[in-house]
């Protein structure tokens, strides 16, 4: 069993770099909050890891220190669970960390004191909050990357499920920690469930699911409309692109047309319903609108693939979820491949949802053609 602790540490390093690499492909905060806690696990300050290590920890300071890396890796996960939800944090959201911030620090200082000393079990009692917060952090972060980022069905499951399996683990740690012959167990487990998230982590980061086919579209001449052009409604878009369905088209939308109505047309579906629950027939895609980052990358290898049109309908909703900012990001990486690819945007949406400046900025971005 001796070789359990190095097991262990490795098992935090892999996935923090794994996790790492993900952050510095996307260059996104959000994954620069999640790499940060589990840097932080990386040096976590556990005697049954460091002291194998030839690491030493002086014995009055270890009741304290270790409590504050799972007060840190509960905050910066959290934080950054919230920002793959819906990338722009509210003021609830801040209330609620700002809340957890300061009980941590009254926990800290009331175990800094002898206030629980006069219980027994005192080092499980004070180890308790810190690791509850953790444990179910981790299971946080596990169930957002399962609802709206990792493909169903897949390696990348093994992303999530390995974080919830390390935080339930994590929640027992306070008792555990107790029992001399459960703890090298436990840190095996807590091992393996950090290789199987890195795995997945690896697989979502170099080799994301691909969420559609990329078919060549079989209309080999359809009409030539190139540009970028804006609209306040469809029957405007109509009206003055009279033509622009009959284009090979790739539709980002909230309201799916019927299957019917779907020659030519590739859809993607802007839903928060399990893609897995849906009938999908080969032509709708029902995708997370948290999951930007991956429908750019779609959108570009349909363009490369024979599509010469992309219509975006679903804008408002994607404000909604992720915030202006990131929105408009993801519109104005769009309207840069289309125009190096010499295709079509048309954007629908409503004035009336934005305020002036962000309004004004679209107008720059995406000029009329």
Excluded: C
């Excluded at 080999?220 to 033509?243: A, M, Q, Y």
């Excluded at 029902?286 to 219509?311: C, F, H, V």
């Amino acid at each position: 069993m001796d070789f359990i602790p190095y097991i262990n540490f490795i098992s935090r390093w892999l996935l923090f770099l794994a996790v790492t690499y993900k952050a510095l492909k996307s260059k996104e905060k959000r994954w620069g909050l999640i790499a940060t806690a589990l840097f932080i696990n990386a040096l976590d300050i556990e005697s049954y890891i460091l002291e194998p290590l030839g690491v030493g920890i002086k014995p009055g300071a270890y009741e304290i220190t270790s409590q504050l890396p799972g007060f840190l890796m509960a905050t910066f996960l959290v934080w950054g669970g919230i920002q793959l939800k819906k990338e722009r944090s509210e003021f609830k959201d801040v209330a609620y960390l700002g809340f957890f911030a300061v009980a941590a620090y009254i926990w800290i200082f009331l175990s800094a004191t002898d206030f629980f000393d006069r219980f027994s079990h005192s080092f499980t009692i004070k180890l308790s909050f810190p690791y509850l917060a953790f444990g179910f952090s981790l299971i946080y972060i596990g169930y957002i990357l399962r609802s709206y980022v990792v493909a169903k069905k897949s390696l990348e499951e093994l992303f999530p499920w390995g974080l919830a399996l390390l935080g339930a683990i994590n929640l027992t740690y306070p008792v555990t920690r107790n029992i001399e012959w459960l703890v090298p167990i436990a840190f095996l487990l807590a091992a393996i469930f950090r290789f199987i998230a890195a795995v997945g982590a690896l697989k979502f980061a170099i080799f994301p699911a691909k969420m559609a086919v990329f078919e060549r579209p079989q209309k080999e001449h359809p009409t030539e409309i190139k540009g970028i052009f804006l609209f306040n409604s469809k029957k405007e878009l109509k009206r003055n692109l009279p033509t622009f369905f009959s284009e090979n088209v790739i539709m980002i939308t909230r309201n799916p047309p019927k299957i019917d109505d779907l020659d030519n047309v590739l859809v993607y579906w802007l839903t928060k319903i399990e893609s897995d629950t849906i009938k999908q027939d080969g032509k709708i895609y029902p995708i997370s609108p948290a999951k930007i980052d991956i429908l750019i990358d779609l959108l570009t290898r349909n363009l490369e693939s024979g599509y010469n049109a992309i219509y975006v309908d679903g804008f408002e909703y994607l404000v909604v979820e992720n915030g202006f900012e990131s929105a408009a990001k993801f519109l104005f990486g769009l309207r840069d491949r289309v125009m190096s690819n010499d295709k079509a945007l048309a954007v629908v949406l409503d004035p009336r949802t934005l305020d002036d400046r962000q309004m004004a900025l679209l107008e720059r971005e995406l000029r009329l053609q």
